[in-house]
């Protein structure tokens, strides 16, 4: 089992940066594939994008393609996510997520542990 805390949420204008990241307690962070999933108010949980448990792969939803970068330190038990040219369509609450996956992918779906949100606003 893994628990997750997110931070570095904030409000920031549109155009600028933020980094979030999300520590993971325990000694097995390096056997799970991690993602970002994000909620705007009114809408359902989006994918925004994950990174194998090696770090050697990684995916990104369309909407963040070339914007946002994930990356993660199993030394330090720390995903993270860079977030630059940030859009107001970019706000929501971002959750981090673990999955035990037994290959180096990324899943899109079917994460089993999550954190409690961190909220990300954007102003025009």
């Known amino acids: 089992q893994v628990q997750l805390v997110e931070s570095g949420g904030g409000l920031v204008q549109a155009g600028g940066s933020l980094r979030l990241s999300c520590a993971a307690s325990g000694r097995t962070f390096r056997s799970y594939a991690m993602g970002w999933f994000r909620q705007a108010p009114g809408k359902e949980r989006e994918f925004v994008g994950g990174i194998s448990w090696s770090g050697g792969s990684t995916y990104y939803a369309d909407s963040v393609k070339g914007r946002f970068t994930i990356s993660r330190d199993n030394g330090k038990n720390t995903m993270y996510l860079q977030m630059n040219s940030l859009k107001p369509e970019d706000t929501a609450v971002y959750y981090c997520?673990?999955?035990?996956?037994?290959?180096?992918?990324?899943?899109?779906?079917?994460?089993?542990?999550w954190g409690q949100g961190t909220q990300v606003t954007v102003s025009s």
């Open positions: 997520a673990a999955d035990p996956s037994l290959f180096d992918v990324v899943p899109t779906a079917g994460y089993d542990y």
